[in-house]
């Protein structure tokens, strides 16, 4: 496992459309956790999903946004209608459990709303 | 949540000591000092962690003040693939799956 794959690593999105990103955790994490670092600014937690379930998204916009972690597949966040601002690194990153002590990041996909 | 103050930026010849600082005088007595760093387009990297007594791994050493209201980072000898972000990082221990990362330190290697 090379470990934390995202994908794509750049998007090109128009203003109303809809961006799609996709984290496949290491091999047997089942904790994954979102962060988004706007240009120039450091990492901002979005969501911690397990399987299945939603654990906490204190981060994330309370519109347009959404992440899943389903049983089979990758994590998915999910940009709806995006808008200029959307534009960002979307960072992911597992771990084995919930308290881990450290966390494996993705190099991430990079988003631009044109 | 207790926070982290750090130099915008540090410059370093290859192969010589790099020291990277880190205000906490918030910390609390269980918050965990945690060190990430992220190269150029890449995500970020775990480096070291600790919580009272110094700390070595393979990649760097980890000094922390008795009065834990300040930390230092230290790249025994830095090369050119240690160019990077320096981000100091307090584990919260409530909701310690949020990292929360500053600014960092802008670490430049000079040949």
């Known amino acids: 496992n090379a470990g934390v794959m995202q994908n794509p690593r750049h998007l090109v999105r128009r203003r109303g459309q809809e961006a799609r990103l996709r984290c496949s955790p290491m091999?047997?994490?089942?904790?994954v956790y979102w962060y988004r670092q706007l240009p120039e600014e450091g990492l901002k937690f979005m969501v911690y999903?397990?399987?299945?379930?939603?654990?906490?998204e204190s981060g994330m916009p309370k519109e347009r946004f959404s992440a899943e972690f389903p049983k089979e597949g990758p994590s998915i966040l999910r940009i709806q209608q995006v808008v200029r601002g959307d534009s960002a690194a979307y960072f992911c990153a597992s771990s084995l459990s919930g308290t881990g002590v450290s966390y494996t990041f993705g190099s991430g996909t990079r988003l631009t709303v044109v | 949540d207790a926070k982290t103050t750090q130099p915008n930026s540090m410059e370093s010849n290859e192969e010589e000591p790099v020291h990277l600082p880190c205000n906490h005088s918030t910390i609390s007595g269980t918050d965990y000092i945690h060190w990430y760093r992220q190269l150029p387009s890449q995500g970020p990297e775990y480096v070291i962690h600790?919580?009272?007594s110094n700390v070595n791994n393979r990649m760097a050493s980890l000094a922390i003040a008795e009065d834990r209201k300040s930390s230092t980072l230290i790249l025994h000898r830095a090369t050119l693939r240690d160019a990077a972000v320096y981000y100091c990082?307090?584990?919260?221990?409530?909701?310690?799956?949020?990292?929360?990362f500053g600014a960092g330190t802008t670490v430049t290697v000079r040949a």
């Open positions: 999903l397990q399987k299945e379930n939603i654990i906490d």
């Open positions: 990082i307090l584990r919260d221990p409530v909701d310690d799956y949020k990292l929360s």
């Open positions: 600790g919580l009272t």
């Open positions: 091999k047997g994490h089942s904790h």
